[in-house]
């Protein structure tokens, strides 16, 4: 393998949805950052059968919604 090409791999935080944490490996940030997740598996409707909403962070669900909200 060729040196100094590869990003920096480390371990960092990761927050999920409802508070609890864990530690994994990433090339994300520096050593010891945390991400704090807005969507996860606990929440995601994809994997919690959609009981719950998803946030629509910058108005792509409501332009769909509005394209199409007369179809059908």
């Keep these: 393998m060729r040196k100094d090409i ?4 480390h371990t960092i935080n990761v927050v999920m949805t409802d508070g609890t944490s864990f530690q994994t490996r990433s090339t994300y940030g520096k050593e010891g950052d ?5 969507i996860d598996p606990k929440t995601h409707p994809a994997w919690t059968g959609g009981n719950t ?11 769909f919604k509005d394209k199409f909200k007369g179809f059908a």
């Design 6 to 9: 590869h990003p920096d791999y």
């Design 53 to 63: 909403q998803l946030v629509d962070r910058g108005g792509r669900v409501s332009r």
């Design 34 to 38: 945390t991400i704090n997740l807005d």
